[in-house]
């Protein structure tokens, strides 16, 4: 955060009205600086993350000659109704060079902010960075539809991000808020998602201290009180919590948490549960996979997790990639942890701290 105090908090309405102000040949080195301007006290930072998606809502039809014709649904739904819904007469009328639909494709963007000094104290925007192309003729060529569904969810048409397609538009950015995710102060969600576990395991207690577990072994059955066999149940600390935890209390502090991860949120209810949280996406990753192998000696395993710090520049990252899953084997912390143990490696107090308090007890992305 810079000198000057805040006076104005980011809100859907107004970010939308920065977006929407940026000019398509400026947005990537604009988007900082236009958020800086209109909310002062502010230092956002920007950064893409590479998962391409594309858009179903917003797809137009175009002729020959480029003319937009319109909404690709209405267009579907009008061209059926002039035809009394006869798929066999649409495909044949349509499926020679023509027509031809564009989509907004794209990829998602980050904009963080520092709101204090601590770990959590930061806004982060989920954005996404799209393009709209010229995807395709607007019937398979090759193949007639069974259905209207098969018309409105165009299948034939290469959609690998790598593909060359026409750009017609962008890029553009929008704000993208899936499941509650769109503009989050970190602490306070963190805060938020701990007070949710705590109320809705609450929400059991008189259930769960009437429950009995039924256990089997060599000696017969015997029955065991819930809480007898979970002690610790009541004292859940949710994943996103322990991760952010992790970070301020391991060798990883010194550096901020949003210069090396994003966090795709969801805040939602379903079937009558709340549920909140994120999935951590890293904006730096190594080049493989460390998988726990084959006779892997631990000390071997200490070389590539080191040779993972130095890649992404930040200590202790390989258990930070661990948490998640993909990039680091869990295996591999459970290894490490057990030579902890047993003296035939070492690491820093306190990251030896972090990953002996995961292997105890586990948490994944």
């Known amino acids: 955060m810079s000198d000057q105090k805040p006076v104005r908090l980011p809100d859907p309405a107004s970010v939308a009205t920065v977006l929407a102000s940026l000019e398509a040949q400026a947005a990537d080195a604009g988007l900082a600086p236009a958020l800086n301007k209109a909310f ?6 920007t950064a893409p993350v590479d998962d391409f998606y594309w858009r179903g809502d917003a797809r137009t039809v175009l002729s020959a000659d480029g003319t937009r014709l319109g909404d690709h649904r209405a267009w579907v739904e009008k061209e059926l109704a002039e035809l009394n819904g006869d798929l066999t007469a649409f495909w044949n009328r349509h499926r020679q060079p023509g027509e031809k639909f564009a989509e907004w494709r794209g990829a998602s963007a980050f904009a963080f902010a520092p709101t204090g000094p601590g770990v959590a104290d930061f806004i982060q925007l989920s954005l996404g960075r799209e393009i709209e192309v010229l995807a395709g003729p607007v019937v398979d060529p090759d193949y007639r539809p069974y259905s209207a569904d098969d018309l409105l969810q165009p299948t ?5 991000s790598a593909a060359e397609a026409q ?3 962008g890029p553009v950015y929008r704000l993208r808020g899936r499941a509650g995710g769109g ?23 008189t259930e769960l201290e009437n429950s009995v577990l039924h256990e089997v072994g060599p000696a017969g059955t015997r029955d065991i009180p819930f809480l007898e066999a979970s002690p610790g149940w009541f004292d859940f600390v949710p994943r996103e919590n322990r991760f952010f935890a992790d970070w301020e209390r391991s060798s990883a502090c010194a550096h901020r948490i949003f210069d090396h991860w994003a966090f ?3 805040d939602f ?6 549920e909140i949280g994120f999935i951590p996406r890293p904006l730096k990753m190594p080049a493989g996979k460390l998988a726990l192998g084959v006779n892997i000696s631990v000390h071997r395993l200490m070389e590539r997790t080191e040779a993972i710090d130095a890649e992404v520049g930040l200590p202790f990252a390989w ?3 661990l948490t998640h899953g993909h990039w680091v084997d869990p295996d591999v912390g459970d290894a490490i942890a057990e030579g902890l143990r047993q003296g035939r490696v070492r690491l820093p107090d306190r990251d030896a701290a972090v990953l002996l308090a995961w292997a105890d007890k586990k948490y994944l992305f």
């Open 40 to 45: 002062p006290g502010f230092s956002f930072s």
């Open 156 to 160: 034939w048409v290469s959609r690998d």
């Open 167 to 169: 750009p017609l538009a």
């Open 183 to 205: 503009i989050v102060h970190m602490r306070s969600f963190l805060a938020r998602g701990a007070h949710v576990e705590r109320e809705q395991r609450e929400a059991r207690r």
């Open 264 to 266: 795709d949120i969801h």
């Open 269 to 274: 209810e379903e079937r009558g549960r709340r």
């Open 319 to 321: 258990f930070f990639f």
